[in-house]
């Protein structure tokens, strides 16, 4: 069967896969990650498939047409996001229009949280896949060419005779390692060079080697609303042959980025990944995401591996705020790891968010002054995004903490991330000046400064990115007067 995934155009270059989708500030663009691991999967069972990334191209839907010039799709995955739904189920209805015959199914955190409500936006929308849809996506078109009955293909949402059925839940794949490299994927249907990590060295590839994750932070959505919280893991010898994989075959990648949701969920997986590496020589450097929980022994055989720097969701200096969004954490881990990773020797972006349940300006001046003391290499202070299916979204919808329920308001009239939340005591327009207070103080010290020279001169590389970033930094927040 043939299978078009397609990542609809949307104000610009919309990173949709990003775990808040939106156009970025320092120009972050994300593969089309599952549509790619899908594909994958599809192909390898068989299937005739195409992926097309509207986004990364900033092409409008017209020009996909001319892509796929005679070929006609016969299944149509459409990726979506909260923030882009009504446009994305209008693109989907426009890729009905161009090809009636299709099954057009839309898929994403956004429909598996709010199936119906999607299938509502269109009547030219057949479906919505639930959760993880690779297998969902290999069983709709071999049900779809044999001409047997779509309720029995678990993970949908349908639309049948006026209404809505869904059928039974599908199981997560256990069986990682049967998916091709999703780094092929990207080298034989997409551009490596539309995409872009501001922290990682450019041209990058991003590549899971684990989905789901056990922590329960009540606002991430991948966890709550697509791989569950059970972390299910390639084998060690199959993430160490994609690695090489791509040192061999794409010269051209400077970075690989595990955009697993906590890549140091399990422990031994990463010893095990980290000395496969070392053993077969493997010299790309490499970013992920951690817990900050992680041991000495741990970073030091990571940044032995290659690993150059690790991205960490600190989210609060404040135990109570912790507590109360399920960190499940303590701030004497915290303290710990940042001896440990300095004594690593990896860099750190970290992250801290402002509206937390129980947050006040009290509250975040602790998380500002836990960042200072930790000065790392990058920090980013954000405003709370909530997105329905995860605790956080419920947690402010309950409380008449959302000032609408028009997802499009998740993003400003650029496209950049938007806050949505009122809260007794910050209101959206306090978070957002708060967040943009603390990123010029603390990226503005005299120390953190002294630190980025001295790093540049250490290493030319790091200084070059330093230098791109200060520009895009000084354009958004004084005018642009650096040209």
Request: aromatic share 12%.
């Amino acid at each position: 069967m043939n299978i078009l995934f397609f990542n609809p155009p949307y104000m610009g270059r919309f990173s949709r896969t990003s775990r808040s989708p939106a156009v970025t500030k320092g120009g972050t663009f994300y593969y089309p990650i599952w549509l790619a691991y899908a594909l994958g999967l599809a192909q390898k069972n068989g299937h005739d498939v195409r992926l097309y990334d509207a986004a990364a191209s900033v092409s409008p839907l017209e020009d996909m047409y001319v892509f796929l010039g005679e070929w006609q799709p016969e299944l149509v995955v459409v990726d979506t996001s909260t923030p882009s739904i009504a446009n994305d189920a209008a693109m989907a209805a426009r890729c009905k229009t161009r090809f009636p015959n299709a099954f057009v199914l839309l898929v994403g955190t956004h429909p598996s949280a709010l199936p119906e409500d999607c299938l509502e936006l269109s009547p030219a929308l057949d479906g919505v896949a639930i959760g993880e849809y690779d297998a969902t996506v290999v069983e709709l078109a071999t049900a779809l060419a044999n001409q047997t009955p779509l309720d029995q293909v678990a993970g949908l949402v349908l639309r049948q005779a006026g209404t809505f059925i869904k059928t039974k839940e599908r199981q997560k794949i256990e069986d990682l390692d049967a998916f091709p490299f999703v780094s092929e994927i990207y080298a034989n249907h997409l551009n490596i060079r539309h995409y872009f990590f501001a922290a990682a060295n450019y041209p990058m590839v991003q590549i899971i080697t684990g989905r789901g994750c056990p922590h329960r932070c009540f606002f991430c959505v991948y966890p709550q609303v697509f791989h569950s919280h059970r972390y299910r893991v390639r084998s060690a010898e199959n993430v160490v042959d994609e690695f090489e994989f791509i040192q061999n075959h794409l010269p051209m990648v400077r970075e690989v980025g595990i955009e697993d949701d906590c890549f140091t969920a399990s422990p031994s997986h990463v010893r095990h990944i980290c000395t496969g590496l070392i053993a077969r020589g493997i010299k790309l450097p490499w970013y992920c995401n951690v817990r900050g929980d992680c041991k000495l022994d741990l970073l030091q055989l990571m940044k032995k591996a290659g690993c150059r720097l690790v991205t960490v969701g600190f989210e609060s200096g404040d135990q109570k705020i912790l507590d109360a969004m399920g960190k499940g954490i303590k701030l004497e881990h915290y303290q710990q790891f940042v001896a440990n990773v300095k004594k690593a020797g990896i860099m750190v972006h970290g992250c801290m968010m402002v509206g937390n349940p129980g947050d006040t300006r009290e509250t975040l001046d602790s998380s500002y002054r836990f960042a200072v003391e930790a000065n790392f290499d990058s920090m980013q202070f954000y405003p709370l995004y909530v997105y329905p299916g995860t605790e956080a979204y419920d947690w402010a919808a309950s409380n008449g903490y959302l000032k609408t329920t028009d997802f499009s308001q998740w993003l400003t009239a650029d496209g950049l991330h938007n806050c949505v939340l009122d809260t007794p005591t910050l209101s959206a327009h306090d978070m957002v000046t708060l967040c943009d207070h603390y990123l010029k103080k603390y990226h503005l010290r005299p120390r953190y400064i002294l630190m980025k020279l001295w790093q540049g001169m250490r290493h030319p590389s790091e200084g070059y990115r330093t230098m791109l970033s200060a520009k895009t930094f000084f354009r958004r927040f004084f005018g642009g007067q650096l040209g």
